[in-house]
């Protein structure tokens, strides 16, 4: 299995509070993405990265943010979070570039914003 | 900009019975299909990708898809399925050349003893 480690992997939060999720992985890939999983509308992109420092929005990027600073690690950040933003959030790597390559992904991270 | 479409939200099939999940995507240019399995409380994995060459393709599992770019469609199938196969499945496509995925919005598959 890839090494992938997403933490925390449940977390309550009431409205308008800051949440950061980390994702760790020992497998020294290139790529690092972060999707949120809801019923109906299936996995959407929210950042990814393709290097240190080096991130892009997705398709969902509104009221996240994220950073890069080692290869190991990817942050997602809800900067005040809101009831639109439970859901189940995913990390996945890639060590080739993300239209050919295989995506590993992590256990997930339920969050509930009350 | 492309988009894929998983008609079947849930399809329920007997044991041992065949089973076809169908995708279809849109695009205006080169694109390359997947498609992921997710058990219960898991991250996805892959269970088979078109890059190019042969249309059919083999995937883990016993799985096989067929690319059709006439009717732009990568419908995936097996011949006989078994209880562990009860997952959700999704299809996703990419653009050549870019760096991430579009995943359709995934069809449960339950299979009956």
């Known amino acids: 299995d890839a090494g992938i480690t997403q933490s925390p992997r449940h977390k309550v939060t009431e409205t308008g509070t800051p949440v950061t999720l980390r994702c760790h992985q020992t497998e020294n890939h290139r790529y690092m993405y972060w999707y949120r999983q809801d019923p109906g509308h299936g996995l959407r992109l929210i950042h990814y990265?393709?290097?240190?420092?080096?991130?892009d929005k997705g398709e969902v990027s509104d009221g996240y943010s994220v950073s890069r600073s080692k290869t190991e690690d990817f942050l997602l950040t809800l900067e005040s979070a809101t009831s639109s933003q439970t859901s189940v959030y995913f990390c996945?790597?890639?060590?080739?570039?993300?239209?050919?390559?295989?995506?590993?992904f992590g256990e997930g991270s339920r969050l509930t914003v009350l | 900009a492309q988009s894929v479409t998983q008609l079947d939200s849930q399809v329920p099939v007997f044991e041992e019975a065949p089973v076809e999940l169908r995708c279809n995507y849109s695009s205006s240019v080169s694109v390359y299909l997947f498609w992921y399995v997710q058990y219960p409380n898991q991250g996805l994995q892959l269970l088979l990708k078109y890059l190019s060459g042969s249309t059919l393709v083999k995937g883990i599992n016993g799985f096989e898809a067929e690319f059709n770019k006439s009717q732009t469609s990568f419908h995936l199938r097996k011949p006989s399925v078994h209880i562990s196969d009860t997952a959700e499945y999704f299809c996703a496509v990419s653009q050549t050349g870019a760096n991430n995925l579009f995943f359709g919005t995934g069809t449960r598959l339950t299979v009956i003893p």
């Open positions: 990265s393709y290097g240190v420092k080096d991130t």
């Open positions: 996945a790597i890639s060590g080739t570039s993300g239209d050919t390559g295989e995506l590993f």
